[in-house]
């Protein structure tokens, strides 16, 4: 998700694919490491995003941002589940949702 250039079209998009009270079901990494950086930084689409009042200076979301973004776009009951303890750990959650 996070290599797209509008998080809110992308999930629009992907919402009228859905049925009716369809399930959302993402990994997406969130807290990344300063080694992502030098691993990904240069690679097509890592700095594609354009929705910068949704993500200022950087292509990934905290959990809590999934959380409270995900309702603006048609999805409700949003769990994360993580086997991060801290939220400077680097991690992959994974994020369901149902459509609204």
Known sequence: MHATESLGA???NVKRLMTSQ???LIVEAVNAPHWVDI???MTEGWWRFTDHEL???YPLLSEATW????PTVGFEHVQIFSDVSTPQESGHPVIVARVS
């Open 22 to 24: 369809g399930m959302l």
């Open 39 to 41: 691993s990904f930084a």
């Open 10 to 12: 992308t999930l629009g």
């Open 55 to 57: 993500r200022p200076s």
């Open 67 to 70: 959380r409270d973004f995900l």
